[in-house]
């Protein structure tokens, strides 16, 4: 019997190969976005090497921007507080181009049908899922993979929570991100330079990187949801003469929500398994969710080729996945809190960073990068 996988986004597509590739029949539901999303996500060492686990990084690679160093600097002075040289694959990708990369493979695999419908019902049983879905018709499946995000069905399916405490509405969050796909021509030159650039301010920061090989710049700008309600380029980019066209505000900015992080104890019940921001709501502050979300397909991948069944490849696919990605989504948590400080906290935390120097950074991004030890044997 078939596996169905919901959500087209970056944990849909890479789960569906994941399970073809594996050797079973997949049918994913759900339709891709149109138009395709902007801006780019960067990917660290554990997000290319499952995205070799899954075939995929030659491909990958050839889109991506490789980046040389992260560099953190004080917002308010521009003073360099650390300077992190990236020995490893680091890397920026366009959102838009690693989709279309996932949806080519996706598309020729053999194995793999697309159906572009969501999920509207699932009941999971002990030898499968039923299924209808918003087209009116009915499948039955031997599991399903629920990679439909933030407030999908997966996540209410599996964890039982309501879907209102699941969709976060930004007044009620806080913090939301403002994020921009800028024109490199239109920024000064140092802008399209091989570096993610992270920039600490007085509570809210700013992360730019160059895509499409410096042709374009992402910028995304993390800060209070009141601050962000008005005129708030001036406040952000006023105090620095770098980002002067910034503080003009002639560019477009998409106001994303920060999800609170969680990730639940559980990731299966029955045959549904969560992969992706479905399974880890995972604030953006340690660039890990779609390397995540790449992980738990690989994961997914290793899980269903070598286990003697479906139920115990998904066994052990949640137990792997769980207890890694906690961890990782209180190192995002905390990371986000760090940089959110302001006033003397703030003053008080560049200090430190800079007298910590790069190891220090290093020594905390070092076994998130690291991806699964359970991969790498
Ligand atoms: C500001 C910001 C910056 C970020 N930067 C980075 C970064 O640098 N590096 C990084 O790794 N990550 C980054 N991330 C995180 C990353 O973008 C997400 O983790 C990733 O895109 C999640 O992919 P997903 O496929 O799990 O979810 P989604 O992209 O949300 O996809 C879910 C899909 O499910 C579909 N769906 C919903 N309901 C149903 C249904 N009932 N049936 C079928 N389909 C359904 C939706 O239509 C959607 O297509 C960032 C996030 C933010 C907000």
């Given at each position: ?14 789960a569906?190969?994941?399970?073809a ?5 997949v ?25 070799d686990?899954?075939?995929l ?9 490789q ?8 917002l ?12 490893n ?6 959102r ?25 019902q699932?009941v999971p ?14 499948l ?28 976060h509405?930004?007044s ?9 796909d ?47 309600n ?5 406040k952000?980019f ?26 639940p104890?559980?990731?299966?019940r029955?045959?549904?398994?969560l ?15 779609a ?17 003697a ?23 995002a ?24 120097g790069p190891?220090?950074l ?6 998130v ?9």
């Amino acid at each position: 019997m078939t596996i169905i996988v919901s959500g087209t986004g970056i944990a849909g597509m890479s789960a569906a190969l994941a399970a073809a590739n594996a050797g079973h029949k997949v049918t994913l539901c759900g339709h891709l976005a149109s138009p395709p999303p902007a801006g780019g996500i960067q990917l660290a060492p554990n997000g290319w090497q499952a995205l070799d686990q899954l075939g995929l990084f030659d491909a990958a690679i050839k889109r991506a921007t490789q980046l040389d160093h992260i560099i953190v600097r004080d917002l308010n002075n521009g003073a360099t507080l650390t300077r992190l040289n990236l020995a490893n694959r680091y890397a920026s990708i366009g959102r838009a181009d690693l989709l279309d990369l996932l949806h080519g493979v996706v598309a020729k695999h053999h194995a793999i049908t697309h159906h572009p419908a969501l999920i509207s019902q699932a009941v999971p049983h002990k030898d499968g899922v039923d299924l209808v879905l918003d087209d009116g018709q009915s499948l039955m499946a031997a599991a399903l993979i629920a990679a439909d995000g933030v407030a999908g069905l997966g996540r209410r399916l599996v964890t039982g929570a309501p879907s209102d405490e699941l969709r976060h509405p930004i007044s009620h969050l806080g913090r939301v991100a403002m994020r921009a796909d800028i024109d490199a021509a239109d920024l000064p030159a140092v802008f399209a330079q091989p570096a993610s650039n992270l920039w600490l301010g007085q509570g809210a920061h700013l992360v730019h990187y160059p895509i499409a090989g410096g042709r374009h710049i992402n910028f995304a700008v993390t800060l209070s949801a009141q601050l962000a309600n008005s005129h708030w380029q001036a406040k952000i980019f006023g105090t620095n003469p770098l980002f002067e066209k910034l503080a003009m505000g002639q560019f477009q900015w998409m106001k994303t929500s920060v999800s609170p992080a969680g990730s639940p104890l559980c990731w299966r019940r029955g045959r549904v398994v969560l992969a992706g921001d479905a399974a880890h709501i995972m604030p953006p502050h340690l660039a890990q969710g779609a390397g995540q979300a790449l992980q738990d397909a690989a994961s997914l991948q290793q899980a269903l080729t070598a286990a003697a069944s479906i139920d115990d490849a998904l066994a052990s696919y949640a137990r792997q996945r769980t207890s890694a990605v906690s961890a990782v989504v209180r190192k995002a948590d905390i990371s986000g809190k760090i940089m959110a400080l302001g006033g003397a906290r703030g003053r008080l935390r560049n200090i430190m960073i800079g007298l910590a120097g790069p190891s220090f950074l290093q020594s905390w991004l070092a076994d998130v990068w690291a991806g699964d030890p359970a991969m790498a044997e």
